[in-house]
């Protein structure tokens, strides 16, 4: 199987830099190990992972010219794939000037060198390509440090390894102090002091989380978060809800960063829509601190759309993984543990199933096809909802001559009473939570 990847110019930055390519697009080539070709849906999941690999590469920037699944029946330490498919693999890049090729399967540091060797070009895993992606999209402070503690850690791993086989290769115990072997000890080294120092401004930055979080709180409108796996939508959702074609695009994480836009609901409500990272399937472990961090953005978040992708054969283990990441996120604190009392379940794709009223929606999930529109004028009411749900009455006397006091529960929040006395205005109104926090500290 072959595919064509567009190419994205000013996305293929940190590998670039870091590979000292020049910036004429990177030809690559992804290939799947795959692990479970006896799985009863084999053929389908294997392709839906093959096309989130090839997704990912394309989202820093690679131009995909060949991709292929290889049914792994045994891992041959030397190169994890069989000769015959490395030399299938060989063959098939042969004359494509492919610069890299992409394995989407964890690789030991010797086998990655020894697949360099054979196909004469960089090779690249599934940790380094996710590594890539994050270190592009993490936008808060704590999400690039928590990238580049991952990529240190993943390095050091790799140097510590590749050492061990040095020694082994020359059949001794370290102890000859050879030059690169002092070199390796130095890198060691090195990368072992600045990851004590990114632990520490890590905590650091932990302990102010609280305080940014105030401060950005000042966002006016309640904030609606978009998250889900990778390719289930979101983005294509966010362009068809907020009417705008800026963020159209064909590959995976073309959004920059954590995107916000503005977007009125029926009831005159204005909310902020916010797009994440999206998830993606067996996250390594070393990775998930990581990524916890690039959806930081969940924590502001009045409503959660979890985009589902209705038509994905792995479609309710994705669900458990999203619910699982946010759990764990409320266990340690980085999100309200009430967060699934501000969720909605969208379930998108619904043309692919023959349209919304096909798919069984339940406990107040909302199908729609994000392509067609089908389904979102039903999502945006169920928004709206959800945000009116979340808010509390309260009841104020204004000072007679405080307009803006005034003005601004009229501009936050729902005045459902009023009584204009001698010496002051009495309000009852509803508003979000965080909304009558900040209107108290006004006074
Ligand atoms: P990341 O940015 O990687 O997290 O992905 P995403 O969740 O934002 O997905 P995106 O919007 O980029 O969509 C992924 C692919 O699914 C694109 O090829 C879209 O055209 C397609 N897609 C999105 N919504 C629908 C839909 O309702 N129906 C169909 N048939 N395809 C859709």
């Known amino acids: 199987m072959a595919a064509e990847t567009g190419t994205n110019g000013h996305r293929a930055g940190a590998l670039d830099r870091r590979a000292g390519f020049s910036h004429a697009p990177i030809r690559a080539a992804v290939i799947l190990p795959w692990e479970r070709p006896d799985r009863h849906d084999a053929p389908r999941a294997a392709d839906a992972r093959l096309a989130e690999a090839v997704g990912l590469a394309a989202a820093i920037g690679l131009v995909v010219v060949h991709s292929a699944t290889l049914p792994l029946r045994a891992r041959r330490p030397s190169t994890l794939l069989g000769e015959g498919q490395v030399d299938l693999i060989n063959r098939a890049i042969a004359g494509q000037s492919v610069t890299i090729v992409i394995v989407d399967a964890a690789l030991t540091p010797v086998q990655q060198r020894n697949l360099e060797r054979a196909w004469g070009c960089k090779v690249i895993d599934r940790t380094g390509l996710i590594l890539e992606i994050f270190g592009e999209r993490a936008a808060t402070r704590e999400g690039a440090l928590q990238v580049e503690l991952a990529h240190l850690d993943y390095q050091r791993s790799r140097l510590v390894r590749s050492w061990t086989h040095l020694e082994r290769q020359r059949g001794g115990f370290g102890f000859l102090g050879g030059p690169g072997e002092t070199q390796i000890e130095a890198d060691r080294r090195l990368i072992g002091e600045r990851i004590a120092r990114l632990r520490k401004e890590l905590e650091q930055v932990r302990r102010t989380r609280g305080l940014h979080r105030t401060a950005r709180r000042r966002v006016p409108f309640p904030v609606v978060a978009l998250v889900g796996y990778t390719n289930a939508g979101k983005s294509t959702l966010f362009n068809a809800m907020t009417g705008a074609g800026v963020y159209a695009k064909e590959q995976l994480f073309a959004t920059l960063d954590p995107t916000m836009r503005g977007l009125g609901l029926p009831s005159g409500r204005r909310v902020i829509l916010s797009d994440t990272v999206g998830f993606i399937s067996e996250l390594p472990t070393e990775l998930v601190a990581a990524f916890r961090a690039t959806l930081e953005e969940v924590a502001e978040a009045d409503a959660i759309l979890h985009v589902r992708d209705a038509a994905h054969p792995d479609t309710l283990t994705q669900r458990a ?11 340690d604190g980085m999100i309200d543990p009430a967060w699934p009392g501000r969720l909605i379940e969208v379930l998108n794709k619904a043309d692919l199933l023959g349209g919304v009223d096909r798919v069984p929606a339940r406990n107040g999930a909302v199908a729609v096809s994000a392509i067609t529109g089908e389904g979102i004028p039903a999502l945006q009411a169920a928004i709206d909802t959800r945000i009116a749900e979340g808010m509390e009455l309260a009841d104020y006397a204004i000072a007679q001559g405080d307009g803006a006091r005034l003005a601004w529960l009229y501009e936050h929040g729902e005045v459902i009473g ?13 508003l979000l939570p965080a909304d009558r926090a900040r209107f108290e500290r006004l006074a």
Not at 418 to 430: K, L, S, T
């Open 418 to 430: 009023r009584q204009d006395a001698e010496d002051a205005i009495r309000v009852r109104v509803r």
């Open 321 to 331: 993984d999203v619910i699982g990441v946010l759990d764990g996120m409320a266990r």
